[in-house]
């Protein structure tokens, strides 16, 4: 065959071997990102950039792992970091809750659990969060440094500190992990004990109803679903006055705290009081946390009130915000640790109380009930341990 005819196959050859390869490549190649949108409880989060990673491959090794942290596309980390950031602010997250939002986000990004946990790692790096990032053959776990304790949730200890699975998972099996890397940060995760974040997109209704002295009382309004939805991703935070600090949603507070004063505003101070202890012992059943979430949790009071459901702690956390709020009554939290039981005692004048703290009297109640009336206790409140709140 003469060599110009040969020159000739070669180029066809090699014209169709490179349309091929271009196909191939293409059936493999990520599409380009062309923005997504993040739903954070009933919020939309508008993202214009996305971070890439190669798969992992199992079992996980640390060189892997290293490899992917140090070949991260700085630039767009920063990028995304900055859309992520606008987005918290106009929504006041703390730190706890802008936690949750980056969950949610490197969900919607990554399918492979281990991928989003990297991608989480090295968000809340660039923050500058004080950070471990852990391995097993199987699994990635993200811990940081709480300056709020939480309850119920794994710990480690790093140089005297104690870091908490960001995960939050209450059911994680023992291990023995590895420490790939400490960020090197040195800022804390804190947690605004006073106001909660705005989210407010998504509503749902409620409808109270209870007798009390042959008056029947009916409650109707609506409740904020996208801050109860929060509060059911939340882990337990430890108990305090963050959950009597934490108010109810504006229009929540307006109808339902002003209806409940209206209700009590001609009655005498003590039939107040047995009034809103009814209210939390009738309208809210008795529930475990188990049934209500699968897990061991203390609620806020508009989380209780959307669960329409909760143990001793949830039902004696309502009673003491409406006392607070519609009687401008202080109280104490009484912890019977042995029983593992909790209830409130009010701070009251007058002859009928059950003992005096810090030169005030004091009534316990019962908000778990039913039937138990201001004064009336199944528990010896001597035994109790005094949260101040």
């Known amino acids: 065959m003469p060599n110009k005819e040969i020159h000739k196959i070669f180029v066809k050859r090699f014209f169709l071997n490179g349309l091929l390869m271009l196909f191939v490549a293409s059936l493999f190649a990520e599409p380009a990102f062309t923005g997504q949108k993040v739903e954070v409880y009933g919020h939309q989060f508008q993202c214009k950039t996305k971070l890439s990673y190669p798969p992992l491959t199992y079992p996980i090794g640390q060189d892997q792992v290293e490899t992917c942290l140090q070949q991260t596309n700085k630039a767009i980390l920063n990028q995304l970091k900055q859309e992520m950031d606008v987005f918290a602010l106009n929504y006041r997250l703390d730190d706890l809750a802008y936690v949750l939002f980056v969950q949610k986000v490197s969900k919607s990004f990554y399918a492979d659990p281990n991928v989003a946990k990297l991608f989480q790692y090295q968000l809340l790096k660039e923050k500058g969060y004080q950070l471990l990032l852990g391995y097993t053959a199987e699994q990635l776990t993200v811990y940081g440094h709480f300056l709020y304790d939480l309850a119920n949730v794994a710990e480690?200890?790093?140089?005297?500190?104690?870091?908490?699975?960001?995960?939050?998972?209450?059911?994680?099996?023992?291990?023995?992990?590895?420490?790939?890397?400490?960020?090197?940060?040195?800022?804390?995760?804190?947690?605004?004990?006073?106001?909660?974040?705005?989210?407010?997109?998504?509503?749902?209704?409620?409808?109270?109803?209870?007798?009390?002295?042959?008056?029947?009382?009916?409650?109707?309004?609506?409740?904020?679903?996208?801050?109860?939805?929060?509060?059911?991703?939340?882990?337990?935070?430890?108990?305090?006055?963050?959950?009597?600090n934490y108010q109810l949603s504006d229009?929540?507070?307006?109808?339902?705290?002003?209806?409940?004063?209206?209700?009590?505003?001609?009655?005498?101070?003590?039939?107040?009081?047995?009034?809103?202890?009814?209210?939390?012992?009738?309208?809210?059943?008795?529930?475990?946390?188990?049934?209500?979430?699968?897990?061991?949790?203390?609620?806020?009071?508009?989380?209780?009130?959307?669960?329409q459901a909760g143990d001793c702690e949830d039902k004696s956390i309502l009673f003491a915000y409406l006392v607070k709020e519609v009687l401008q009554l202080p109280s104490l939290a009484l912890v019977y640790v042995h029983q593992n039981h909790l209830n409130v005692a009010v701070a009251v004048s007058g002859t009928q109380y059950n003992f005096v703290y810090n030169n005030q009297k004091y009534i316990v109640c019962e908000p778990s009930g039913p039937g138990l009336q201001a004064g009336e206790n199944v528990y010896d409140w001597k035994n109790a341990h005094i949260v101040a709140w």
């Open 156 to 244: 480690v200890t790093y140089n005297n500190l104690s870091y908490t699975d960001l995960s939050f998972n209450q059911n994680l099996a023992l291990c023995e992990e590895q420490l790939i890397e400490h960020s090197g940060g040195s800022r804390n995760f804190e947690i605004n004990q006073h106001k909660a974040p705005l989210f407010n997109a998504q509503k749902t209704t409620y409808c109270f109803s209870t007798d009390f002295n042959g008056k029947s009382y009916s409650f109707q309004g609506t409740l904020n679903q996208s801050l109860i939805a929060y509060y059911r991703d939340l882990p337990s935070i430890s108990f305090g006055e963050i959950y009597l």
């Open 251 to 307: 229009f929540v507070y307006e109808q339902l705290i002003g209806d409940l004063k209206k209700a009590v505003k001609k009655m005498p101070t003590r039939m107040q009081l047995d009034f809103l202890l009814h209210f939390t012992q009738e309208v809210i059943p008795y529930q475990t946390d188990k049934k209500l979430y699968g897990r061991e949790k203390f609620s806020f009071p508009e989380e209780v009130l959307g669960n």
